[in-house]
Nanobody
């Protein structure tokens, strides 16, 4: 049974950092790309970052480039999102999702077949 469980969210001041974790089970993260998404109140869910099955290729949206880093630990079968220099506009529920394919190529929801329950990130002073 495929399962994704996010953790690591919380309340942080602007300029602070958080590391989100996405623990996967029922499959191994070296077989599929994993994406991180977020949904702010009143807004549509948007893709944030993706890591390929090989782990060697990553991509991020412009709004988080230079601040967020996606990585993974194969021994723990876990994907991380390190978020630095957080801004109030980063406030959202963050989700990880398993892509149907090995490579990252955009964030169309139809290309992701399993989703976690989400973890809340709030950036506020």
């Amino acid at each position: 049974q495929v399962q994704l469980v996010e953790s690591g969210g919380g309340l942080v001041q602007p300029g602070g950092s958080l590391r989100l974790s996405c623990a996967a089970s029922g499959f191994t993260v070296d077989r599929y790309a994993i994406g991180w998404f977020r949904q702010a109140p009143g807004k549509e869910r948007e893709g944030v970052s993706c890591i390929s099955g090989s782990g060697s290729r990553t991509e991020s949206v412009d709004s988080v480039k230079g601040r967020f880093t996606i990585s993974r630990d194969l021994l723990k079968n876990t994907v991380y999102l390190q978020m630095n220099s957080l801004k109030p506009e980063d406030t959202a529920v963050y989700y990880c999702a398993k892509r149907r394919y090995y490579l990252c190529s955009g964030y169309g929801p139809i290309d992701y077949d399993h989703w976690g329950q989400g973890t809340q990130v709030t950036v506020s002073s």
